[in-house]
Structures are given as C-alpha cells and as structure tokens.
C-alpha cells in the first residue's frame, strides 16, 4: 500500500470553491502548496477530480506528475498528464511522494484510505467567503495537530496533521 498526503484549503465554515475557482486569491497559500507538493528531490505527484483540474484551465501543474480522476477520455495530451479511475490505481501510477489536492469528494474518500499518512489544511479565516462547494468533514481522531503556521496576519493559517 502506497502512502501519500492530502493538502487542501478551505474557509472557517468549509468554503472550498466558487464557480469552479478558489473563493479567495491569497498568494502566500499558493506558494505554500507548491513548496509542500514539490518538496523532495524527485518529482511528485498531485492527484485530482475532474473538476479541479477543470478549474486549472485544463492544465497540468509545472514541476509535478498530475493524475486525474474520471470516467471520461479527455483529448488533453501532455508527458506530465494521466487518467485514472480510482485513487487505488492514481496512488499505483503515481511517482515521487503522491499528494491529494481536492475535490470535496476525492478528500472525502482519501480521508477513509488506509494509506493516508499527513493532512496539510490551510484555513482562510476571511467571514464573507462566498461558496458553491463546501468541505465540511472534519479530520479523522487518529490524526493530530504537530505545526501550525501564520501564512498571513489574521487571515490564513496552515496546519500539519499527522497520523498517529
């Protein structure tokens, strides 16, 4: 069984996205999540929905192997681009360190993996999020918090979660 990480964002009611993009631009999260998924010395992969990689412009990330989920057959053709059809056979194909970055329902099956090892979470604590998509599961009780960090003054926080 292949281990790997989820790393996601979300706001302090579970704000996730809107009209299939972010609810926020906060420049300090992204740089942090492509510290976090291409950290190591190999390339790594991120693993995704259908949606999420539709709310990139159809565009693998640069640095990273991307897998994504779905039934379809998409005309999109890149070296650094695969298709899979379950996180079961994304986690087999992946290379490097394997990461789960959305969407709700793919975070919500990571969460039940067995091979799930570390949650990266940043909170947006921004009050007037607007949303369409909302995350609301809670990390499981055998994960603990183990580092905290202020990316931004009162606005967005990041927090590590380690299986124990």
């Known amino acids: 069984m292949k281990i790997f990480s989820c790393v996601f964002a979300k706001g302090i009611r579970g704000q ?3 009209n299939n993009k972010l609810p926020w631009k ?3 999260d992204m740089i942090k999540f492509n510290q976090i998924t291409t950290m190591g010395t190999s390339k790594n992969t991120v693993i995704m929905g259908l949606k999420t990689f539709e709310s990139m412009g159809k565009r693998p990330l640069k ?3 991307n897998i994504v989920l779905t039934s379809q057959i998409l005309d999109i053709k890149n070296d650094n681009l695969i ?6 056979q994304a986690l087999d194909q992946s290379i490097g360190y394997p990461y789960v970055i959305g969407g709700v ?3 919500n099956e990571s969460f039940n993996h ?13 009050p007037d999020l607007q949303s369409d998509v909302n995350f609301t599961t809670l990390i499981p009780s055998n994960f603990t918090l183990i580092d905290t960090q202020e990316l931004v003054p009162n606005v967005c926080y990041l927090y590590q979660h ?3």
Do not use: A, M, P
């Open 16 to 18: 996730f996205g809107d």
């Open 26 to 28: 906060i420049k300090e």
């Open 63 to 65: 640095n990273r192997f």
């Open 83 to 88: 298709y899979c059809s379950s996180l079961d």
């Open 105 to 107: 329902k793919l975070l």
């Open 114 to 126: 067995s091979g799930l090892q570390i949650i990266y979470e940043t909170k947006v604590l921004l």
């Open 162 to 164: 380690n299986k124990n």
